[in-house]
């Protein structure tokens, strides 16, 4: 059984950083997808970033990036502890949501990291919320 956990999330201020941890645990996976989206009050889930890998010897991994955090997040991969890490740098406002973590069995790229139904795992979520 894989479970996915988040953690790192809290209050900041606008212009501050969180620093966002997700660990897939149960299974290795040799290659996979990892990604995080958010859910704003009202709103629909989004896609924030992922991280994917064809072989578990690559250090790094693609890396893909929604629109409105290009520039101030970072996704990045933890290979031997199964953990991904989003650090989120000059936050907003608008950057307050719940984020939640998601793990995939399989190596996706491009435009299929940002569909949810890719994902076969999901953490519980965690809250940042970014004040004026």
């Known amino acids: 059984q894989v479970q996915v956990v988040e953690s790192g999330g809290g209050l900041v201020q606008a212009g501050g950083s969180l620093r966002l941890s997700c660990t897939a645990s149960?299974?290795?996976?040799?290659?996979?997808?990892m990604g995080w989206f958010r859910q704003a009050p009202g709103m629909e889930r989004e896609f924030v970033a992922a991280?994917?890998?064809?072989?578990?010897?690559?250090?790094?991994?693609?890396?893909y990036y929604g629109d409105s955090v290009k520039g101030r997040f970072t996704i990045s991969r933890d290979n031997a502890k199964n953990t991904v890490v989003l650090q989120m740098n000059r936050l907003q406002p608008e950057d307050t949501a719940i984020y939640y973590c998601?793990?995939?069995?399989?190596?996706?790229?491009?435009?299929?990291?940002?569909?949810?139904?890719?994902?076969?795992?999901w953490g519980q979520g965690t809250q940042v919320t970014v004040s004026s």
């Open positions: 998601a793990a995939a069995e399989y190596y996706h790229d491009s435009i299929y990291v940002t569909f949810e139904n890719r994902y076969d795992y």
């Open positions: 149960g299974r290795t996976f040799s290659s996979g997808t």
């Open positions: 991280i994917s890998w064809i072989h578990i010897s690559w250090i790094a991994g693609n890396t």
